[in-house]
């Protein structure tokens, strides 16, 4: 394979611009092009299509968001569109694709390979953690350790007033945001998507810790269950100390990367390089226990996420 393309889509997260440094640096070194897409696959639409050289990438891996730009693509939906995609494809020469992003954008890149024959290869880029075969998705860490820290300073403002805070992280439907910055935080509860909560039950274990000489609680609440501020006053109209909502938000998705998602983006978009390079696409690369794998994309995306049980439970053992 002489040229390939990149594209990045979907939510940005941490450590893309690492992983597109990667993937552009190792297809230099072995004699391929490489052109980026901007805008993710409506860049394939719109023919936004630029040759990446050493130097295009120089000056990015300690950068959050991502340089090729990104968004999510209904058009990459429908039939016109994936034609569309295919056609700026073939008019740049293009024999292969790399595509950063979740889930969404795996299955832009599933259909082009599956109907269209185009060997992609799929990093995955998010946030969330929210795939099933592989152990962690690139943003995921960095994400988490800014949570972290909005946490840690939580803690102190409502440690000096005695109250309760709650704070709401994003992974749509997935609850490891929660799960990881409540058990790195020492938050005293999580509520998950993936379990139902019992409010009382809830309130029961704040005053059981306040009995128990604790000063403040922090409750890490996934976006995928329902806002801080909605939860907040279902919680206020049970408890009489102190409830206070906020909501991290978007901050979470932007910062430099941590060292662990730097390290997944060099290894993710080397290894999907060389996947190109040796004439097999259609895979998606991973981490699984701390090796770098790849697998079908379609199986891939086919997975359905299982959630940390055993996490949780240690949650609630230690947090008291
Ligand atoms: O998938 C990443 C993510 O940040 C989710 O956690 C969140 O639900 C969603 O994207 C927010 O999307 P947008 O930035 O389009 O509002």
Known sequence: MKRIG?????GDAPGMNAAIRAVVRTAIYFGMEVYGIERGYAGLMDDIVIKQEMRSVSNIV???????RTARCLEMLTKEGQ???VKTLEKHGIEGLVVIGGD???RGAKVLSEQYGVPTIGIPGTIDNDLQYTDYTL???????TCLDIINKLRDTMTSHERVSVVEVMGRHCGDIALYSGIASGAEIIVVPEISFDLENIVARINRSRANGKHSNIIVIAEGVMSAEQFAKKLQSITTHAVRPTCIGHVQRGGSPSMADRMLAAQFGNKAVRLLRDGIGNRAVGIHDNKIIDMDIIEAVSMKKKFNYQLYETLQMISM
């Not at 300690?62 to 090729?68: I, M, R």
């Not at 943003?139 to 350790?145: E, R, Y």
């Open 83 to 85: 034609e569309k995609a």
């Open 62 to 68: 300690q950068c959050g968001g991502t340089k090729l």
């Open 139 to 145: 943003g995921f860490d960095t994400a988490v350790n």
């Open 104 to 106: 969404g954008s795996f």
């Open 6 to 10: 990149l594209l990045t889509s979907g």
